[in-house]
């Protein structure tokens, strides 16, 4: 029977001789890894009402209560970490269209995800059945108050990042 990591191998390899040869024929938008797709939750009590969809292209982040984000995704990287780990870049566009990215640490072994800026937070896939997302138009002192997951955990927007 083949281990975890030997699967999660497998798959990398086969997609990316998939998207070398199809790539290449078409310019098919970017699609978040299946392995990732789904809801996420901590027991962090500091998160304890948020959470975090994986759809094939979309990333939505919950801000408490009923309220949440849906995001176009823009684009996906890969790269194997060590013991099977793999660490995924997905970019994303907010609400007002600024290109964000959420670099995420994927543990196949556990079935778990952390922020690259948050690594002591752990997500675990919940089978919970969360809503499309509410349309959210917030002024910038709203925004703020809101703590869109996006701008609070340390990561720029892409523009901001071009020069640094």
């Keep these: 029977m083949c281990s975890k990591l030997t ?18 024929a078409t310019q098919e938008p970017p699609e978040v890894p299946e392995e990732l797709i789904g809801v996420w939750i901590t027991d962090d009590p500091r998160f304890q009402d948020r959470f975090l969809k994986l759809e094939k292209q979309a990333i939505h982040f919950g801000l408490g209560g009923d309220k949440a984000s849906e ?4 684009g996906v990287e890969m790269e194997l970490e060590e013991a099977g780990k793999a660490v995924y870049r997905i970019r994303f566009l907010s609400p007002e269209g600024v290109e964000f990215r959420k670099t995420l640490s994927y543990d196949p072994n556990q079935d778990v995800i952390r922020y690259k800026s948050r690594p002591s937070v752990v997500w675990k896939r919940s089978n919970v059945e969360i809503r499309p997302a509410t349309e959210i138009s917030m002024d910038l002192s709203r925004r703020q108050e809101a703590r869109h997951p996006a701008e609070t955990d340390s990561e720029t927007p892409i523009e901001a990042e071009v020069g640094s």
């Design 71 to 74: 995001n176009p995704v823009v």
């Design 7 to 24: 699967r999660l191998l497998l798959l990398v390899v086969v997609s990316a001789i998939f998207s070398v040869v199809v790539g290449c």
